[in-house]
């Protein structure tokens, strides 16, 4: 789940009580190819 910073922070914050508490960024780079172009049917004859 994407989370702003400061809202982990928060977070983390009203946790403390619980004991320690850590966090870890993490950061995902999902690289995908361009689509194909779609054919159309209709144009094909």
Do not use: H, Y
Not at 13 to 26: F, H, L, P, R, Y
């Amino acid at each position: 789940m994407a989370s702003n910073e400061d809202f982990v922070q928060f977070i983390v914050d009203q946790c403390s009580g619980a004991g320690e508490i850590t966090v870890k960024k993490m950061m995902w780079m999902l690289v995908l190819p361009k689509p194909k172009a779609k054919r159309n049917p209709m144009l094909e004859k």
